[in-house]
């Protein structure tokens, strides 16, 4: 069963719980800026191990020290789902921890 698309009020409300986390055209997304090259990888090899375990991935994208992830639910027309707001939060538990901050 395809996840539901969010309405522009719930996403919103979604984005108030994730700081940093923007809606851009059909996506949520984020870049991060972190201290180093081997920081940058692993977290984002930690990121595609969370999206491995919830089966839902988004692009993602490794520059020297930035991580920058774009997410929506390709099985609800491209839209934004809870399922998008959920990666995005267990992405945002573990950032911190591999040393990333906002660009």
Not at 34 to 50: D, E, K, R, Y
């Amino acid at each position: 069963m395809p996840a539901e698309p969010l309405s522009a009020h719930d996403i919103e409300a979604g984005l108030r719980e994730l700081p940093g986390w923007q809606l851009e055209g059909d996506r949520i997304t984020r870049t991060y800026r972190l201290p180093s090259h081997f920081a940058a990888t692993g977290l984002t090899v930690h990121v595609a191990q969370i999206q491995e375990e919830l089966n839902h991935h988004s692009d993602l994208t490794l520059g020297y020290n930035t991580v920058a992830l774009a997410v929506n639910t390709h099985d609800a027309g491209g839209a934004v789902t809870r399922k998008d707001l959920a990666l995005a939060a267990r992405v945002e538990a573990i950032a911190a921890g591999h040393g990333a901050r906002t660009t």
